[in-house]
């Protein structure tokens, strides 16, 4: 059963102690508000000197895709940068672009090998994305990706604000 690889908390994802933590970056991969901004300030600055190196060998993150540093400072090994969409009416992609953002972490956690994996909720501070729609994108790519792919063991989704840990434990019946 997937369900049983997929853990939820209430917290700061800086603290959580997984192979990889996910952050909600932007395109410009320089550091935020919000998760990104916490990330780089607990992490150190390790993370952006990596991040200054992607952007100059491969331009911006696009939105959708991820890339990989180091955790620095953190508890971490590693953090998956990923940048979600903008929400603008739903008519804009919003849904698939979030759906990418998703996957494309996943994917690149397993060519790395990573066991444990977290992801904050992407999109739905700054980016205002519908709270519920974007926990029922997130719980469904994770949930089929786990069920046939094996080297990401557990994913933890790490939610801060109290609405959103209220729509995910709603939606994984925890
Ligand atoms: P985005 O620009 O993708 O919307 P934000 O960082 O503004 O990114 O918000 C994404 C989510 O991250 C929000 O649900 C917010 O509550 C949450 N968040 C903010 N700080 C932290 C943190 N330290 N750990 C985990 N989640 C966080």
């Known amino acids: 059963m997937t369900i049983n690889r997929i853990e ?35 992490g150190g600055k390790a993370i952006l000197e990596e991040c200054i190196k992607i952007r100059n060998r491969q331009g911006s993150c696009k939105t959708g895709e991820a890339v990989m540093t180091t955790a620095g400072d953190l508890p971490a090994k590693y953090v998956i940068h990923t940048v979600g969409p903008v929400y603008n009416d739903g008519k804009h992609g919003e849904d698939e672009l979030l759906t990418s953002a998703y996957l494309n972490s996943l994917k690149l956690a397993t060519e790395n ?62």
């Open 8 to 42: 939820l908390v209430q917290g700061d994802i800086t603290k959580v102690k997984a192979d990889a933590i996910v952050n909600a970056a932007n395109t410009s991969l320089l550091g935020g508000g919000g998760v990104d901004g916490a990330i780089h300030r607990a």
């Open 113 to 174: 090998h990573v066991t444990t994996l977290a992801f904050p909720n992407i999109s739905t501070g700054i980016y205002h994305f519908p709270k519920e729609k974007a926990a029922a994108i997130a719980i469904k790519t994770v949930k089929d990706y786990l069920a046939d792919h094996f080297i990401v063991r557990q994913v933890i989704f790490v939610c801060f604000d109290d609405e959103n840990y209220g729509i995910y434990k709603k939606l994984l019946k925890y």
